[in-house]
């Protein structure tokens, strides 16, 4: 069963995810208790989430071509589908974008001339924060990373269709490329979309802390479609030494976001400079605890429940714990954006809850399509054999 | 210090020696362990091992380095000499905690990471002054041994024992004595 269909079933539960998040943006419209800043700031959150998601799986095939890993070729269809994402999200991104840039909204403070006007700060920042360059950059990453995840494509249907073993070498030149570029990019979308909304504010770190959160969003939700798809009796060949390793990423990246919210929290609370804290002090003195719950979610249930190398392997386990995580690095992401906008006025309501289930299900919609385009496991790559021979204690 | 006399066969290869222990397990002798100069994949299926415990003993030295960090930094900066560092809270543990979780990481690596090497070195015999383990020296370069005790075998005898051993592809099969036990 090489062959993934989409079910009318699956069609119709993703159209009525996306009709939610229609409708509560209708809701959040017609609602005057909802500030129209609060559905864009939920458009840039979910955008964003889902975004990077797929971004992600494209880095990951470029990281694992580069270092010749042979794992992942068993999963290589489902990093693949995942990573196709990549055009849908950079539209859902760009809008906000360009709604933000023609002042529909206010997620940029130091897009308002009234306030550079007024601002030394921003004055000095504006050679860099200035909107048509802004733009441009927006347009150029997402551009690059939109075509090199169709590259990635098309070498990997091309190589099914001819084998051998040219296009898997020309793949390590492809995402030495792409790896250096996401290397700079990915730090500069940080800057210019999350970090830049406190645009006082700066952090050397932040590059990496919003990186290493689209990571663990990337692996859980690609476990969670493999783990779907073995449940419905696809993907014969991963077995569980292969969702061991993807546990591992889950857990060990979920350290990697830990240390760097910590080390980035740790420096600025320690300093106590005003200029520094002014990022910390609405989130904590606004949103004490579900600030604070957000960080242990993401830090403690890893911790506790991936540590043992039984519950990695089980993919039920993994499951539970991975939705956990998930949720809480959506949270990570609301935490990041809604302070900034919306100071002390921003809620979990109806809007931003319908809005996630909106865009999951759009993201689950394309994501299905892209696995019913291509057979579920690759034909000729070079390391299959490998991976479908993958055993680890 | 115990020392135990057990039955050796040597292979020169990896692939024969695994064979070679299939061969034996099937005649229903039990083969206690193997030595190799590098890890062979799987080995540790075929010869039945049980799974190392030493990521529950990694935990709970772990979790006792943390106790004692957490004892010893709230004595120190809180109980006995609270010290005015930047103007930080230092009456309350809580209130200083970010300050001390990189005090508090470090001493649960330490432990953990020192008391795993030293469990490491106590459960395989490897303490600096103890004899080699090891039957042959050429098992550390290019020969490859198993390792048979008699009084796990009752059923046979110790010849038959060592012919069936020398039919299983060896290049030798020799008796020698180890340590199994110390202190």
């Known amino acids: 069963m090489d062959q993934f269909t989409f079910t009318d079933k699956s069609k119709k539960i993703f159209g009525a995810l996306i009709l939610i998040g229609i409708a509560s943006i209708a809701y959040g419209m017609f609602d005057s208790s909802v500030t129209a800043d609060r559905i864009w700031v939920s458009a840039l959150i979910n955008g964003w989430f889902f975004f990077s998601i797929a971004l992600m799986a494209t880095t990951f095939i470029a990281i694992n071509s580069a270092a010749q890993s042979g794992w992942y070729v068993a999963l290589k269809r489902v990093f693949e589908a995942v990573s196709l994402y990549v055009p849908v999200g950079a539209v859902t991104l760009l809008i906000v974008f360009i709604a933000s840039a023609m002042h529909m909204n206010h997620i940029y403070h ?31 990453m997402l551009g690059v990373w939109t075509l090199f995840t169709f590259i990635y494509r098309k070498k990997s249907l091309q190589e099914d269709a001819e084998g051998g073993t040219s296009i898997y070498k020309k793949s390590m030149v492809t995402s030495a490329f792409f790896l250096v570029f996401f290397g700079y990019t990915s730090v500069v979308a940080a800057w210019d979309w999350f970090m830049s909304i406190d645009a006082h504010w700066f952090s050397t770190l932040y590059g990496w802390y919003i990186f290493s959160g689209m990571w663990i969003a990337g692996m859980i939700m690609v476990f969670l479609l493999t783990h779907y798809l073995m449940g419905k009796g696809y993907l014969k060949e ?18 990697l976001w830990t240390y760097l919210f910590f080390s980035q929290f740790m420096l600025i609370w320690y300093a106590d400079i005003p200029e520094e804290v002014t990022y910390y002090i609405p989130r904590i003195n606004d949103y004490t605890w579900s600030f604070w719950s957000m960080v242990l979610i993401n830090f403690l249930v890893p911790m506790l429940f991936l540590m043992s190398k039984t519950t990695k392997r089980n993919r039920n386990v993994l499951a539970v714990v991975s939705v956990i995580i998930f949720f809480g690095h959506w949270m990570d992401i609301y935490f990041i954006v809604t302070p900034g906008v919306l100071k002390d006025q921003g809620h979990i309501g109806i809007v931003e809850l319908g809005m996630l289930l909106g865009y999951l299900g759009m993201f689950l919609f394309v994501v299905f399509r892209e696995l019913e385009k291509a057979p579920l496991m690759v034909k000729n790559h070079p390391l299959l054999n490998e991976s479908t021979h993958h055993h680890i204690n | 210090m115990t020392k135990e006399k057990f039955i050796y066969g040597m292979y020169n290869d990896d692939d024969l020696m695994i064979a070679g222990i299939k061969q034996l397990q099937s005649k229903g002798i039990h083969v206690r362990d193997a030595y190799s100069p590098f890890p062979i994949h799987g080995l540790e299926d075929v010869l039945g091992m049980k799974w190392t415990r030493i990521a529950i003993a990694a935990f709970i030295y772990g979790i006792t380095g943390l106790t004692l960090a957490v004892i010893t930094i709230n004595y120190m900066m809180i109980m006995d000499w609270p010290l005015n560092i930047g103007g930080k809270p230092n009456f309350t543990f809580y209130q200083n905690l970010p300050a001390f979780i990189p005090i508090m990481f470090e001493f649960t690596v330490l432990c953990a990471g020192h008391g795993m090497a030293i469990t490491y070195f106590f459960r395989n015999m490897t303490l600096p002054g103890l004899p080699a383990r090891n039957p042959h020296p050429r098992t550390t370069d290019d020969h490859f041994a198993i390792e048979i005790a008699e009084n796990e075998n009752k059923k046979f005898s110790k010849e038959e024992i060592e012919t069936m051993i020398s039919e299983s592809g060896t290049v030798a099969v020799f008796e020698k004595e180890r340590i199994v036990k110390f202190l």
């Open chain 1, 110 to 140: 130091w897009m308002d001339p009234e306030a550079v006007a007024h601002d030394a700060l921003l004055q000095h920042k504006e050679p860099y924060l200035n909107i048509p360059f802004w733009l441009g950059r927006a347009v150029v």
């Open chain 1, 238 to 255: 991963v077995n569980a030494s292969h969702i061991h390793d993807l546990g591992k990423f889950i857990f060990g990246v979920s350290f």
